[in-house]
């Protein structure tokens, strides 16, 4: 008879042990289980591990100021969250504004200790945190190119005389550009622009303004749009002098063939295709 009634009290201690072990794995913090960004990098899909919400009485959708998200300081960004309440993901929608060399990665962190509640109330750890994977290369206009044929602007050709540009975009932000007019069947270009660049992601599409700043032939400012577009890969380029001119700058609101207001039509835009 003791011999039975031991037996059932280990039984009964072994429910205890178990029940309290299942209880105390459901009552984990929610954690952070993946961060991937996407190949055009404007968004970061977050997977947790399991469904979260902003308040603890199961309540309230993520936002910006649920989730503090950091990068290299070379990179320049600005983001916003999209989540519905319970849901076990969340999407983190980015604006990237400078280049991306490819080996960047984003930190997804609580932006408190009371930021991302459980089903069940238990808040995400301060110190939860995980790294994205690398964000895709976007160089903007950095490279070589090759303008020639139909794909030079019909204003530079009717103007200028131009028949052939040949631009090189540094990664030190300096640039050359040269100019065959012509008749020209040498390997010496006619003119040779050299000078620095300023360039910044727009939050219109793939364009990016640009900036020259031009130290010769002669000191000059020329601003402007340009995107880079895929399948094929052609580089579409549009600017004007700005310094002592009354000429204004196209905008990537109003897109290309905005220069001068839209005075000149598309006879101002330069196409490029990709050298190296």
């Not at 289980?33 to 190949?39: D, I």
């Not at 199961?58 to 989730?67: E, M, N, V, W, Y």
């Not at 200790?113 to 110190?127: H, L, Q």
Request: hydrophobic fraction near 40%.
């Amino acid at each position: 008879m003791k011999n039975k009634a031991l037996f059932l009290l280990t039984i009964a201690f072994a429910g205890i042990v178990g029940f309290s072990s299942c209880s105390k794995e459901e009552n984990l913090a929610p954690e952070i289980k993946t961060a991937e960004v996407s190949t055009d990098n404007k968004t970061i899909a977050v997977t947790f591990s399991e469904s979260v919400y902003s308040k603890a009485d199961k309540t309230g959708a993520l936002d910006a100021t649920s989730l503090t998200v950091t990068a290299p300081a070379e990179v320049e960004f600005t983001y916003t969250v999209t989540h519905t309440a319970g849901s076990g993901t969340a999407t983190i929608n980015l604006t990237v504004t400078s280049i991306i060399q490819g080996t960047e990665k984003f930190t997804i962190k609580p932006a408190s200790a009371t930021a991302i509640y459980d089903s069940e109330g238990k808040a995400m750890e301060a110190g939860e945190m995980i790294e994205s994977n690398a964000a895709t290369k976007d160089l903007g206009i950095m490279g070589s190119w090759l303008s020639e044929g139909e794909n030079v602007a019909p204003l530079l050709v009717t103007y200028f005389n131009v028949a052939k540009v040949e631009a090189q975009f540094n990664t030190n932000f300096t640039y050359t550009v040269n100019q065959f007019n012509i008749g020209n069947t040498t390997a010496v270009p006619d003119l040779v622009f050299t000078g620095t660049y300023e360039i910044e992601k727009s939050t219109t599409g793939n364009i990016w303004t640009i900036t020259c700043n031009q130290d010769l032939p002669y000191a000059a400012i020329a601003a402007g749009i340009f995107e880079v577009k895929t399948s094929p890969e052609v580089l579409w380029y549009e600017v004007v002098q700005t310094s002592g001119t009354p000429n204004v700058p196209p905008t990537p609101e109003a897109g290309f063939g905005s220069s001068n207001g839209g005075s000149l039509g598309t006879i101002n835009i330069q196409k490029f295709v990709r050298v190296q």
